[in-house]
Every structure is written in structure tokens, then in C-alpha cells.
């Protein structure tokens, strides 16, 4: 069986598969590449780049329903979510089409002493490597394509096995919108092949999306040969709830935010923390709403969840309950797996020597605690290996901000689910990686800053 192929886990029916790369057609598309990059970079102006990148945009815009049919083939997303995905990822195209030039303006410096000026210059750095996850096919592409094909650096993108379609489709744009064939090459790579790519002195920097294990290979790999690496990595994000008048809405969030891609988002909420005061309500009236959501089709017209990415995910979170729950934890509510339809549940009297404390639960499964102190949950909050996002509901400014403060995570969310944006930085603490993608700061990863010192 090919290691790229389209499975429909609604069915588990394989509708296509992909060859792999061969060894000496990825050793030609590392060397097209880096080929590539000179033109690409100084053969055009900023300008120029960011007009092409805007075109990626809207190709995007033009074709994302026969976009997102594809990713809810490939790994079940419901088809108004998967067109949404869509529509984001032509936002972050245009986002750097707009800002690209202002983002790479030379920054000068006032100098302390001596006479004359300096400035730093932004510039491309070469051959690019992006490995990217299966849960945001076009989306995760975009973060990491938009900004460094704007600046100049040129891209060889290894997708998800599971993805190839989308890959294939992405790739298409790309070369349909003026961005060279060998600027951005779609790679079909096994992981052997992938360390091969990584160790090659012509491949400048590397950006993964993915689980903490290929984080840590890959990153491994690309200090052996000293290389740049950006690093996405899982998360298990607080959601804290410490004073409401209105905890339905504040529930209506939880459900939001933990159910954002069928639960399968790293920055999804995934552990409930809530005032004891709060508690026994929340969790009524959560249980309730999360369970109420069933999967269902997801190339209906309506469906809010469709089914786990694939068999291995949904193995793996049954896996992850069963062993919750034989470790004290209680069944507050839902539960149940029907093929690849994992039903919402909720989960209770997690204690710190349950397997469930320190993992990430990558499905429509909530963990809910009760803090008996704001102190108290904050401790709960950070109290774990990983710190990507985190959300804070209180109705107290003061409190949000002393609480958002202490959090040790790479963003915080007070009063809001779902309130990412192209200019927003994304990315993590501890065990959630490292670097950022979207915004200025997604623009300032894979480029020389270079010193430019005139004497006076």
C-alpha cells in the first residue's frame, strides 16, 4: 500500500492512492530548489512576489468548494467547516500580499555612538522544508507558504500522507497563480527520505506542524546539521472559568472551543477548569450541550462533527479513555465510538496520577477540574508539559489580566474562543515547540537580518 492515499474515514474506503518520491527525484527537487532561489528572490521585487501571493489567495477564494471536498474526503472535516478553512487560508495570502512590503522595509537604527547609520536588511535564506499535519490541510500550508514565498525563500512541502490530494491541489495554485515550478515543489517523502532532505546542505530551514515525537526528530536532525526549525507542536489548553453572569454563554464557549475540528485542533480547549462556586453548574449545563452534538455526515449541508481523522486517531482516543477511566477518572456524560464517529463525552476526577493528567486528548473528549482558588487554577492551568493556548472567562479586567499574566502558554484568549487572526501570532511554550507563525512574527523566522553598518 502506497504511504500516500486518500481514505475516506467516514467509509474507510481507500479511494486513491499516490506513489512516493522517488530517491533520485527528490535529490533533483532539492537541486531545482535551490536552483530556483536566486532568481526568485533578486530577480524580483517584493512587490512582485506579493502580487503573485495575492493571486494564491484568490484562487483559493475562487475554488473553495471543490477545495474543501477534498480535505472532507480526506479527513472527514465538515464541508461548511472545510470550506472555512478555506477562506482563512486565502485571508493569510492576502494578509502578506498587503503586508509583505512593509514587513520586509529596512529598520534602522539610531546608533548609541560614532558617526554615520546602520539599518537591518530582511532577506531570503534559501530552501525552505514544510512538514505539515493532516487536521488543517490548506490552512497549516498557508502560515508557513504565504510569508516565506513573499519574502523570497523557496519551498519544498511534504503533506501528511493522508493529504496528497489537497497537496496535489495546493501545488496546482501555486504554479497557476506565477509562482515558478521549482519555487514550490509538492513531495511526496517517506521519513527516512525526509531526514535525507534535512541533512542536505542546500535546505535552509525547517517548519513542522505536528505531534511532539516528529517535533523532537525532527528538531534533533536539524541541530546535527545546524538548522533553523520552527516548531508547532501539540497542546492540551486550559479553558478557566472564574466569574460569569452569564455562565450559558460561557458553556456555549466551552462547547465551541472544544469541539473546533471535531476536537482535533492542537489549540482546542481540552481541560475545564473551573471555581468551585461555578463547578456543579458548569458541568450540568456543559455535559448537556457537549453532548447534545452527535456526528454526523460530514458532506451534509449542517453537520457540526463528522468523524476522527482516521481509525488510528479514533484507536488511540478510546486507547486514551479506557485508560482514564481505569485510572479513577468518572464518566460524567457521552462516550462511545461507532467506526470512525467518536461521541462527545465528558470526564471528571481526573487526579495527577492518571495516565489522562499529562496527555493531550485529540478528539471531542473534555477533562473538567474544580479550582478552589483563582491561585488554584492557575497552577492547574500550567501543570502540565504543554503551553500553546489557554483561555480565561471572567467578567473581572483586572482579574483577566493578573490571571493571562501567570498563564505560561504562547497566547491567551480572555473571553473568546475562535479569535485567531492572519495578523495574530500563533505558536507555543514548553512542550508546544517553538517560534511563530501568522503576523509580523511569522514574517521574521526563515530571514537574514542583516546588519548594514556606514561608517560616517
Not at 532568481?39 to 468548494?65: C, D, N, P, Y
Not at 505539515?132 to 519574502?151: D, K, S, T
Not at 462556586?277 to 463528522?306: I, N, W
Not at 473534555?366 to 500550567?382: H, M, R, T
Request: hydrophobic share 40%; aromatic share 8%.
Amino acid at each position: 500500500m502506497s504511504d500516500y492515499a486518500v481514505v475516506d474515514p467516514a467509509t474507510g474506503e481507500t479511494l486513491k492512492t499516490y506513489p512516493t518520491i522517488t530517491d533520485d527525484e527528490l535529490q533533483g527537487a532539492i537541486g531545482r530548489a535551490h536552483a530556483a532561489h536566486p532568481s526568485w528572490s533578486k530577480g524580483m521585487t517584493v512587490e512582485e512576489r506579493a502580487a503573485i501571493v495575492r493571486r494564491v489567495g484568490e484562487l483559493h477564494e475562487e475554488r473553495k468548494q471543490e477545495l474543501g471536498e477534498i480535505i472532507t474526503r480526506e479527513m472527514g472535516k465538515p464541508i461548511e467547516q472545510a470550506v472555512g478553512e478555506v477562506e482563512f487560508s486565502a485571508a493569510i495570502y492576502q494578509y502578506y500580499a498587503d503586508n509583505g512590503p512593509k514587513l520586509l522595509a529596512d529598520e534602522p537604527i539610531d546608533l548609541l555612538d560614532g558617526e554615520g547609520s546602520a539599518l537591518v536588511r530582511r532577506s531570503s535564506i534559501g530552501v525552505l522544508l514544510g512538514i505539515m499535519p493532516w487536521n488543517y490541510p490548506y490552512y497549516q500550508v498557508a502560515r508557513f507558504a504565504g510569508p516565506n514565498l513573499v519574502i523570497g525563500n523557496t519551498i519544498l512541502l511534504k503533506h501528511a500522507p493522508q493529504c496528497p490530494e489537497s497537496a496535489a491541489a495546493m501545488e496546482q495554485i501555486f504554479h497557476e497563480a506565477g509562482v515558478p515550478a521549482d519555487a514550490y515543489i509538492n513531495i511526496y517523502a517517506t521519513n527516512d527520505q525526509i531526514s535525507t532532505v534535512i541533512a542536505d546542505p542546500r535546505v535552509q530551514g525547517i517548519s513542522l506542524t505536528g505531534s511532539g515525537r516528529a517535533g523532537a526528530a525532527v528538531a534533533e536532525q536539524a541541530g546535527r546539521h545546524l538548522k533553523k526549525v520552527v516548531l508547532e507542536l501539540g497542546g492540551s489548553d486550559p479553558f478557566i472559568v472564574l466569574k460569569t453572569d452569564d455562565l450559558d454563554a460561557v458553556v456555549e464557549s466551552a462547547v465551541g472551543g472544544r469541539l473546533e475540528n471535531g476536537g482535533q485542533a492542537c489549540n482546542a480547549a481540552k481541560r475545564f477548569i473551573v471555581a468551585d462556586d461555578l463547578y456543579d453548574s458548569f458541568l450540568e449545563k456543559f455535559s448537556a450541550a457537549l453532548t447534545a452534538v452527535e456526528p454526523g455526515d460530514p458532506k451534509a449541508e449542517g453537520t457540526a462533527m463528522g468523524p476522527l481523522s482516521s481509525a488510528l486517531a479514533s484507536d488511540r482516543l478510546e486507547q486514551q479513555v479506557q485508560a482514564a477511566l481505569d485510572g479513577g477518572a468518572k464518566l460524567v456524560a457521552g462516550g462511545g465510538r461507532e467506526g470512525n464517529f467518536f461521541k462527545t463525552a465528558v470526564i471528571a476526577d481526573v487526579t495527577p496520577d492518571n495516565p489522562a493528567y499529562g496527555q493531550e486528548f485529540f478528539g471531542p473528549v473534555a477533562q473538567v477540574y474544580k479550582a478552589g482558588s483563582e491561585d488554584e487554577a492557575i497552577k492547574l492551568a500550567n501543570d502540565t508539559p504543554y503551553g500553546l493556548g489557554s483561555y480565561v472567562f471572567t467578567n473581572d479586567p483586572d482579574q483577566a489580566l493578573r490571571v493571562a499574566d501567570q498563564i505560561e502558554a504562547g497566547m491567551v484568549f480572555v473571553n473568546a474562543v475562535g479569535a485567531e487572526g492572519v495578523e495574530l501570532p500563533f505558536g507555543g511554550v514548553k512542550q508546544s515547540g517553538f517560534g511563530r507563525e501568522l503576523g509580523r512574527y511569522g514574517a521574521d523566522e526563515f530571514v537574514n537580518k542583516k546588519l548594514i553598518r556606514v561608517a560616517g
